[in-house]
């Protein structure tokens, strides 16, 4: 029998909150116990009916499957798996390097993409302060099942295109996110004028 916080099957939790996985076996004799989350071992325990392990702090990528294994040399090892999900606030992705300014010709096309951890996956809104000749409606795609990256594509930019944009991220837990992301003309460097040629 395996369980987090008495619970088996699927699990949710808040991000903090802790979990206490435990799992217990009929054997006799006693079993080699192992909790894994994923293919990574968390604790393993020699000449036991149960184990336990406990996340003091739950957080949004600890989410996945969680097995139990136990094996006393009789018989093939038993195994049994647990759905942990962690419900987590959006936040970027800081497994990503991802810059939050694009640089973009005149006449020319951006992708402005912007990768956002987050469970339940949200929905996001792009605006603009000021007016743009672009439709700002955006695209999402899920990386993995707490991962998605945000995209707006811009064509054709005009002079307007360029500016300050902003990305409102919400999934329903703690509140609406919102991202500042520039598209900045790229090109040679303007010619100076505040100076003067002297002979």
Known sequence: MFTANLRSGSVTVNESDAVAFRCQTDSNPRSVITLLNGSDEL???DNSLTTEYRLKSAECRQRGNYFCT?????RAPVTQMLELLVRCS???DVSESQPLKFAATLGGDVSVSVSVL??????????R???TSQDLTGSSSPVSDISVTARLHLTNLQQQ???????????????LVTYGVSVVRAGPPMMPTQFSRSG
């Not at 987050?118 to 605006?127: E, I």
């Not at 919400?170 to 509140?175: F, H, I, L, R």
């Open 43 to 45: 604790i393993r325990t």
């Open 70 to 74: 136990a094996t006393n040399n009789i």
């Open 90 to 92: 959006p936040r970027l």
């Open 118 to 127: 987050a469970y339940p996956l949200p929905t996001f809104t792009w605006r």
């Open 129 to 131: 302060s000021i007016s």
């Open 161 to 175: 295109d360029f500016g300050d944009y902003s990305l409102t991220v919400d999934n329903g837990v703690g509140g």
